[in-house]
């Protein structure tokens, strides 16, 4: 039983990694397939079945669009675009909202998560890390009435949700560690410990200026 349970362990830790890593990329490479209407399948154009026809589809058309906007004309009608979603009401809503997280997390100069920290959460007495984000707006920081800083809470080991928080300052602590440090560290559930020390980086809690306020439609 020793040599079995030994051996199975050992099995489990390679093929557990490589399970998880190509489910994520099955879900990613079926929900980008679902985007492609049904006269666009390779049934329908080719009369046969072709793997991946419709995940290189979509790829091939964000590329696209990316070298198509890139350029005065592509920037001039996505701006009218964009000003002919913004007189819908409920749509000019959830797209504003959409667009301004997406070109925060995925812009070239984006910084989504600034630094990595650490905070008493959910009480006092139980540590957490944490990414912080920004600053409260002016509206709710002036209603604190000290200084604050927004911090996200990702969960574990799904770390694309979590809890917005807004801590005084002073709570909390910057970790000398990077950002992709500590998700690896929270994603795998505090087994992979980044190294100590990291290379050498300026200590303290950067100087956040408020994010700009969304342009009014």
């Known amino acids: 039983m020793r040599f079995f349970k030994r051996y199975f362990v050992t099995g ?3 093929w557990i990694p490589l399970i998880a890593t190509f489910w994520v990329l099955a879900m990613l490479v079926e929900t980008l397939e679902g985007l492609v209407p049904a006269f666009l399948s390779p049934q329908a154009l080719f009369g046969m079945h072709i793997p991946g026809f419709q995940f290189v589809l979509v790829l091939g058309v964000i590329l696209l669009t990316g070298v198509l ?5 592509g920037r001039a009608l996505l701006d009218r ?3 002919l979603l913004g007189r819908i009401p409920l749509v000019r809503s959830i797209y504003n909202a959409v667009k301004q997280v997406s070109d925060t997390m995925f812009a070239p100069n984006g910084q989504a ?3 990595a920290v650490l905070v008493q959460y ?3 007495g139980l540590w957490t890390i944490g990414f912080l984000t920004g600053v409260p707006c002016d509206e709710v920081a002036g ?3 000290e200084d604050h800083v927004s911090v996200y809470v990702p969960t574990t080991p799904n770390p694309t949700s979590g809890f917005f928080l807004m801590l005084p300052r002073a709570d909390v602590r910057v970790l000398e560690m990077s950002v992709e440090a500590a998700l690896k560290h929270i994603i795998s559930m505090g087994v992979v410990a980044p190294a100590y020390p990291p290379p050498p980086t300026q200590m303290g809690l950067p100087a956040v200026e408020p994010a700009e306020a969304p342009p009014q439609s």
């Open 12 to 14: 489990l830790l390679i």
């Open 69 to 73: 906007c890139a350029n005065f004309i």
């Open 81 to 83: 675009w964009e000003r």
């Open 113 to 115: 998560f600034r630094e």
């Open 122 to 124: 959910p009480r006092q």
């Open 143 to 145: 209603m604190l009435g």
